[in-house]
Nanobody, 121 residues
Framework: QIQLKESGGGSVQAGGSLRLSCTAS????????LGWHRQAPGKEREFVAS??????????DYVKDRFIISQDTANTASRTVYLQMDTLKPEDTAMYYC????????????WGRGAQVTIAS
């Protein structure tokens, strides 16, 4: 079972920056991408960004040019994924969830518990 531990949420003024971190451990047989989703109150959870182990990244259109996803793969027992969020807007306010995205039908996805991000106008 994969464990995901998020950190780095908080509150900032609009235009500010925050960085989220998520350390994933417990990888076994299946390859995984790591990513971030978010869920605002009263809304559905939505994709933000993802990164494959080889470094390939994907972003939702509404965060391109503002958010950057990166990872640290130096530790063979775990991977840490970061989400650098710049030029934050009030509409970025949400609970941000780290996700381990299975690249095989033999394994399931995993979710972290979430980190709250609040942007004041």
């Amino acid at each position: 079972q994969i464990q995901l531990k998020e950190s780095g949420g908080g509150s900032v003024q609009a235009g500010g920056s925050l960085r989220l971190s998520c350390t994933a451990s417990g990888f076994k047989a299946c390859p995984y991408a790591l990513g971030w989703h978010r869920q605002a109150p009263g809304k559905e959870r939505e994709f933000v960004a993802s990164i494959f182990r080889d470094g390939e990244t994907n972003y939702a259109d509404y965060v391109k040019d503002r958010f950057i996803i990166s990872q640290d793969t130096a530790n063979t027992a775990s991977r840490t994924v970061y989400l650098q969020m710049d030029t934050l807007k009030p509409e970025d306010t949400a609970m941000y969830y780290c996700k381990a995205i299975s690249q095989s039908r033999l394994c399931i996805d995993y979710w972290g518990r979430g980190a709250q991000v609040t942007i004041a106008s």
